[in-house]
């Protein structure tokens, strides 16, 4: 006889969809590395994207992070490697191109 598992509900489907998480390298690092302060610009925002992205390049899920990020249009933070401006940028492309 075989496993007896529960119906997927949207609510199972949601929690087993972000279980990537907790494998997530950013989970080790200071969150303001991913999230700009209020005013940063030029060098300072250059220098801690970079930084973020570092993290991401090295994240067994920065695929899957990046992917959350642009489906949910995450507003504010470095997600799977993508900035603010790269998830606008793609989304643009992506609402242009349908």
Known sequence: MGAVTAPETPAV????????????????????LFF??????G?????RQQ????????????????EYSISFQEAFGTWGGLSEDD????LQDGITRR
């Open 13 to 32: 489907r949601r929690r087993q969809d972000r279980e990537w998480q907790l494998h997530a390298r950013c989970r080790y690092e200071d969150p303001s």
């Open 36 to 41: 700009h302060p209020d005013g940063e610009r």
């Open 43 to 47: 060098w300072a925002r250059k220098n």
């Open 51 to 66: 930084r973020a992205r570092a993290v991401c390049a090295a994240c067994p899920v920065a695929r899957e992070c990046g």
């Open 87 to 90: 998830r606008k940028r793609y």
